[in-house]
């Protein structure tokens, strides 16, 4: 069968969903040409995947790493050409050539290239969360007024989005669905005393049973606060209220979510934790490709567990769910204040029960405000939440 080629641009592609994306894009050569990588300010990391994948474009989110990167393409004979900074990523990521963007950069800096890719028309591989939690609604206006079509990249918006009827479009209420029930692992303190979760360090919350993931997203899922992402992201991408989304504790990371028609009937994605499964079936939508993920032996995994999420242990959820409860502004806040805390938490500033203690607190006093109508209102308000978190977690710190 003859298929047309797909122009990609992957953004956070050093990281490790871009780089699971450039993974499945290689066993593909005819039908992914790479017309641009962006990444933060990995030099030696862009490069070694610029010689590899020979795009037009390397994109720094830093330009004070420009000149390392121009350095070793130049002494590799590399033609790839270097650009910098916020507009160079909006532009690789709008620019007419490109069909397909892939949105991997990590937290509130993934927005605007984004949004840029969205306002453009293209299909969005949405790996980036938080940009729609902090914007969901400005963002699918974005895609609305572009023509852009999103593809969840989340395992469990993926899954969610794959048990939905052919033809179904993210953004819109699909018809006959009653409840979404999202799956958890519960990460590495699932069986963890209140006392050690008081004095885990970064490296024990890094350490996620299933998932080899970034940093960030890592202590997300030993917070849970990773799963109250996932219920904002959700409600956006799926149009239903709070009330019909539900989260399950899955161990064994196997079934990736679940939808429950009025009918009674359930349907589930499984597969290996392996976001190469989700990657391969956006990139090939509505086709299916090979991911190189192996086959499922369920026989071998022998069974599946289920059980409800301790809220007290993992107050991160329930603070997600009164954000989605308030919505308005509070999404926004509550993810500008947890990206603030997990930086800080990561540098060894903070304990891990402090991260809750903060986003909390931050919540409380900035979560009632309106939704921000656009971008621009939406940054002020992602500022002002950080600005007020760093100041509590210089308290926690003292
Ligand atoms: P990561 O930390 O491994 O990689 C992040 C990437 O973003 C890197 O390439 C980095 O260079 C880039 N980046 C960071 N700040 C930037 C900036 N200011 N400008 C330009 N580039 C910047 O993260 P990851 O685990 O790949 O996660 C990426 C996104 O995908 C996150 O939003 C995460 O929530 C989501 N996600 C990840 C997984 C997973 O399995 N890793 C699963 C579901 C969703
Ligand atoms: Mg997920």
Redesign the pocket.
């Known amino acids: 069968m003859q298929h047309p080629t797909r122009t990609l641009t992957v ?8 780089r699971s994306t450039l993974d499945v894009a290689a066993r593909h050569p005819g039908r992914y040409r790479i017309f641009a990588l ?5 030099a030696d990391a862009l490069a070694e995947l610029c010689l590899r994948h020979a795009p037009r474009y390397a994109v ?3 330009e004070a790493a420009v000149p390392a990167l121009r350095a070793r393409l130049a002494a590799a004979g590399a033609t790839t050409e270097v650009l910098a900074g916020e507009q160079a ?1 909006a532009a690789v990521s709008a620019h007419p050539e490109v069909d397909t963007v892939m949105a ?4 509130a ?2 927005l605007q290239p984004a949004l840029a890719a969205a306002r453009a028309g293209k299909r969005v591989l949405l ?4 940009a729609l939690v902090m914007a969901g609604e400005v963002f699918l206006r974005a895609c609305r007024d572009g023509g852009a079509s999103v593809l969840p ?3 469990e918006h993926n899954a969610v989005f794959q048990c939905l009827p052919a033809g179904y479009r993210a953004g819109g209420a699909p018809p006959g669905v009653r409840r979404i029930l999202l799956t958890a692992s519960g990460g590495p303190f699932r069986r963890a005393s209140a006392a050690e979760m008081r004095s885990a360090t970064p490296q024990q919350a890094c350490a996620h049973p299933n ?7 890592s202590v ?1 899922s030993a917070t849970m606060m ?1 799963k109250g ?1 996932e219920l904002i992201e959700a409600s956006y991408l799926f149009g239903v209220p709070e009330s019909r989304l539900e989260v399950l504790v899955h161990p064994q990371s196997i079934v990736h979510s679940l939808v429950e028609y009025e009918d009674g009937s359930m349907l589930a994605q499984l597969g290996h934790p392996d ?1 190469r499964t989700p990657i391969a079936h956006a990139l090939a939508h509505p086709e299916r490709i090979d991911s190189g993920v192996a086959p499922l032996g369920l026989a071998a995994i022998g069974r599946l567990d289920f059980e409800a999420p301790d809220s007290g242990r993992f107050p991160c959820l329930g603070l997600a769910y009164d954000a989605l409860r308030a919505a308005g502004a509070a999404p926004c806040v509550l993810n500008a204040a947890n990206e603030e805390a997990v930086a800080a938490f990561l540098g060894g500033g903070i304990g891990f029960t402090d991260i809750a203690r903060v986003v909390d607190a931050v919540l409380g006093a900035l979560g009632a405000r309106a939704a921000g109508a656009d971008v621009e209102h939406v940054l002020e308000i992602d500022r002002e939440a950080r600005a007020l978190a760093r100041a509590r977690l210089a308290r926690c710190a003292a």
């Not at 962006?38 to 990995?42: I, N, V």
């Not at 790996?127 to 938080?130: I, L, Q, T």
């Open positions: 953004l956070g592609a050093t990281g490790s969903i871009g962006a990444a933060h300010r990995q720094l989110g830093d990523l991997a950069i990590v937290g800096a993934g790996a980036n969360k938080e990249i989340d395992s998932w080899s993931m970034g940093r960030k997203i997300d990773n992402l976001m």
